[in-house]
């Protein structure tokens, strides 16, 4: 440590077990949803829960697989190179990162939708009743990607910053990751906890929140990380795919948020 200027030199290989390796990357993935699941929990077993304690953890097995495939898949789709087309067991490597928030939200979306048309719940109420924590495991996996040395920011030049190895420049440089560990986990989940509280009438407000929430936190911390090196800055030289990627959610999530205030309150679950 020289000052506020950290030299990153974290492992990101946790332990190693014969050919097996255990990554710190996967570790925080698995304690995002232990959280999720033990703060869930405790939602279902109040009264009127959406949910029961059994459901909660069918719905898990549901979550793990969209977060996973989705995440996997959004990244070859918006972010990969032509090396996953012409290796295309590299999707499999999970441990050496590569995960799209984008991807995951579209996979969980379709978890939320399959759980609710096979168990015949609302599909609102399960909804409303799994994403409220959601925003845990994004603060986890943050910090995973902190661990990694991966996705840090443009350099600073402040008397602080985090010196990342790999980095070609070998620069301070704004540690983008915990930026998105603090907007996008610990804040959300602030605020989703906070609105399940005050306005517990309003079904659908828990996702259409998290939608802007996040959009609105994502494309902030966009400004100063840096774009995945294979696709660089486009339209014009200076938007990113993820801000990209965010507008439509932001959008639609202002929209929904617009509708919901705008009919009467139902009872909430």
Same mark, same amino acid.
Do not use: C
């Given at each position: 440590m020289n000052g506020w200027i950290y030299t990153h030199n974290i492992n990101p290989i946790l332990a190693e077990i014969g050919p097996l390796r255990l990554g710190w990357y996967g570790l925080m993935y698995a304690v995002g949803f232990?959280?999720?699941?033990r703060a869930t929990i405790?939602?279902?077993?109040?009264?009127?829960?959406?949910?029961?304690e059994e459901e909660v953890g069918l719905f898990l097995t549901y979550g793990i697989l969209g977060v996973v495939l989705g995440?996997?898949?959004?990244?070859?789709?918006?972010?990969?190179?032509?090396?996953?087309?012409?290796?295309?067991?590299?999707?499999?490597q999970t441990w050496k990162g590569g995960m799209s928030f984008h991807g995951?939200?579209? &996979?969980?979306?379709?978890? %939320?939708? =399959?759980? #609710?048309? !096979?168990?015949q719940k609302p599909l609102l109420d399960v909804?409303?009743?799994?994403?409220?924590?959601?925003?845990?495991?994004?603060?986890?996996?943050?910090?995973?990607?902190?661990?990694?040395?991966?996705?840090?920011?443009?350099?600073?030049s402040g008397?602080?910053?985090?010196?990342?190895?790999?980095?070609?420049?070998g620069v301070p440089r704004h540690p983008s990751q915990l930026y998105e560990a603090l907007l996008e &986990?610990?804040?959300?989940? %602030?605020? =989703?906890? #906070?609105? !399940?509280?005050?306005?517990?009438?309003?079904?659908?407000?828990?996702?259409?929140?998290?939608?802007?929430?996040?959009?609105?936190?994502?494309?902030?911390?966009e400004l100063v990380r840096l774009p995945d090196v294979q696709l660089g800055y486009?339209?014009?030289g200076f938007v990113t795919m993820g801000q990209i990627l965010s507008l439509p959610m932001l959008l639609a999530g202002l929209g929904w948020v617009g509708w919901i205030f705008s009919k009467t309150p139902e009872p909430g679950k």
């Open positions: 232990l959280v999720w699941y405790r939602y279902a077993r109040k009264p009127g829960a959406a949910l029961n995440g996997r898949l959004g990244y070859v789709l918006f972010y990969g190179g032509a090396e996953y087309w012409q290796e295309p067991w590299r999707i499999l995951g939200v579209l &996979g969980v979306t379709l978890a %939320v939708w =399959l759980f #609710a048309r !096979r168990h909804a409303d009743f799994t994403i409220t924590w959601i925003p845990a495991g994004l603060l986890f996996g943050r910090i995973g990607n902190f661990i990694n040395g991966e996705l840090y920011g443009k350099p600073t008397t602080w910053g985090v010196v990342f190895p790999g980095d070609p420049l &986990g610990l804040i959300i989940l %602030v605020v =989703l906890v #906070a609105l !399940r509280k005050r306005f517990a009438d309003r079904r659908g407000l828990q996702p259409a929140a998290f939608l802007v929430l996040y959009s609105l936190s994502r494309m902030a911390v486009l339209a014009g």
